[in-house]
């Protein structure tokens, strides 16, 4: 188990940028890492996923825009957002979830208590 914590949210214009930060209470190179978002009266969604050894996943609405990456000396895990969009804005977390020997990831059952995103057209 690992604490997460958020940071980075905040209002932005559309078309602008913002970076999300998470920092982990232990080592992170156990796990798989992800971001997801839950607007209002909408499901939570995964944004992207990281593993350990760096192969990523992006949500369908967010490639090309949205970065993610790990530092995994730091135990930090980050997501840059870039050309941010109204309907980018949602609450914004951090999760981790154990990754097998086979790469396969478990269910996400570590969260942070997330950061808001506002973007106003």
């Known amino acids: 188990q690992v604490q997460l914590v958020e940071s980075g949210g905040g209002s932005v214009q559309a078309g602008g940028s913002l970076r999300l930060s998470c920092a982990s209470s232990g080592s992170i190179m156990g796990y798989c890492m992800g971001w997801f978002r839950q607007a209002p009266g909408k499901e939570r969604e995964a944004v992207a996923t990281?593993?350990?050894?760096?192969?990523?996943r992006y949500a369908d609405s967010v490639k090309g825009r949205f970065t993610i990456s790990k530092d995994n000396a730091k135990n930090t895990l980050s997501l840059q957002m870039d050309s941010l969009k109204s309907e980018d804005t949602a609450m914004y977390y951090c999760a981790a979830a154990h990754e097998d020997d086979w790469g396969r990831c478990d269910e996400y059952n570590n969260w942070g208590q997330g950061t808001q995103v506002t973007v106003s057209s």
């Open positions: 990281i593993k350990r050894i760096g192969a990523v």
